[in-house]
């Protein structure tokens, strides 16, 4: 079992940075794949970025390639989306979540996570 929390989420113009965190406790990060999820009201949650248990593979959505980040320290337990060129349009709730361990990679590009923090409002302002 793992808990997640996130931070770093607030208001911003277009065209700022934003670097959220996603703090584990109670369990480690090592040996899971780790990915961001964000959602707006009446859509469905979208997995934005994923990045593999090794770290030598991630994944981005189209439209945050080039401008998002995804990376880990494991020694910190935690988990990073760094947010360039913020659009209005990135504005939702962010979610991080884990996958269990020694799930396959297939399943983390699908969106299958298991443990998922409570999430962060990011706004961008046009």
């Known amino acids: 079992q793992v808990q997640l929390v996130e931070s770093g989420g607030g208001l911003v113009q277009a065209g700022d940075s934003l670097r959220l965190s996603c703090a584990a406790s109670?369990?480690?990060?090592?040996?899971?794949?780790m990915g961001w999820f964000r959602q707006t009201p009446g859509k469905e949650r979208e997995l934005v970025a994923t990045?593999?248990?090794?770290?030598?593979?991630?994944h981005y959505t189209d439209s945050v390639r080039g401008r998002f980040s995804i990376s880990r320290d494991n020694a910190k337990n935690t988990l990073y989306l760094q947010m360039n060129s913020l659009k209005p349009e990135d504005t939702a709730v962010y979610y991080c979540?884990?996958?269990?361990?020694?799930?396959?990679?297939?399943?983390?590009?699908?969106?299958?996570?298991?443990?998922w923090g409570q999430g962060t409002q990011v706004t961008v302002s046009s």
């Open positions: 109670g369990g480690t990060i090592n040996g899971k794949h």
């Open positions: 979540a884990a996958s269990n361990p020694y799930s396959s990679w297939t399943t983390a590009l699908r969106g299958q996570f298991n443990y």
């Open positions: 990045m593999s248990a090794s770290g030598s593979s991630t």
